[in-house]
Every structure is written in structure tokens, then in C-alpha cells.
């Protein structure tokens, strides 16, 4: 494993917790960036990195699962839900279509630092 951390996309509709998680984020060393909707995200992601990628569900277009869909199809990226629905029936199909976790907002700073940590260690 290397000491490298990963680099961390973020699509978020909510600007004010976007720009939250990426102060967060390169506080904590991390490279972080992040959009507002999906079809932002795809055209940012011809031009820029990403390792990690926090999705949440909820987006204006093409909702959060779209996007948790094809990125797993593609098999390169750690794919985190950030969203404030927590149903049992939301969380079941984020899972399914390939989420390697499943946070639901508000979100704990911390705990969203664990577990991006413990997502690159397995993707490592």
C-alpha cells in the first residue's frame, strides 16, 4: 500500500455542504473537488482525477444512481452515497448497483473521513 491518499469527487446539489466537505477534506490533506449535478461531474471528470467518488442520490437530471451505476461499470473508482434518504429501500438499491457504502446525511465529518480511509485501503 502506498502512503498516496486518494483524490476525492464530489457531486453535491447542496453548494453550501459541496464546498463544506472539500474545505474539509484538504484540511485533512486530501485533493478533493466536486460538482453540483451529474452531467457537470462527467464533463469535470475528461479533465480531472478521482479515486473516491461521493455521490449524492437526490440530483437535479440524472439522479445519483445513474451515476453510482455506470462509474461501477467502469470498476476504477470507490463509490461513497452521501444522501439524506436512509430508507432501507434506498440504501438496498445504492448497494446493488455497486456503492461500497451508504452514508446518509447529516453526515459526520469524521466518520465520512473513516470511511474514505477505510475504502482506500481496500482499494489499495
Do not use: C
Amino acid at each position: 500500500m502506498t502512503s498516496a491518499k486518494p483524490v476525492v469527487a464530489i457531486i453535491e446539489d447542496s453548494e453550501d455542504l459541496r464546498e463544506e466537505l472539500i474545505f474539509f477534506l484538504e484540511r485533512n490533506t486530501y485533493t478533493a473537488w466536486g460538482t453540483g449535478s451529474a452531467e457537470t461531474f462527467w464533463k469535470q471528470l475528461h479533465f480531472r482525477t478521482a479515486d473516491i467518488v461521493l455521490v449524492d442520490i437526490g440530483l437535479p437530471g440524472e439522479d445519483g444512481f445513474g451515476v453510482i451505476e455506470y462509474l461501477r461499470k467502469l470498476d476504477r473508482y470507490g463509490l461513497i452515497v452521501i444522501s439524506a434518504r436512509g430508507a432501507q429501500e434506498d440504501r438496498a438499491q445504492g448497494l446493488r448497483l455497486g456503492a461500497d457504502q451508504y452514508l446518509v446525511k447529516p453526515l459526520s465529518f469524521p466518520h465520512l473521513l473513516s470511511s474514505i480511509e477505510a475504502l482506500w485501503y481496500q482499494l489499495e
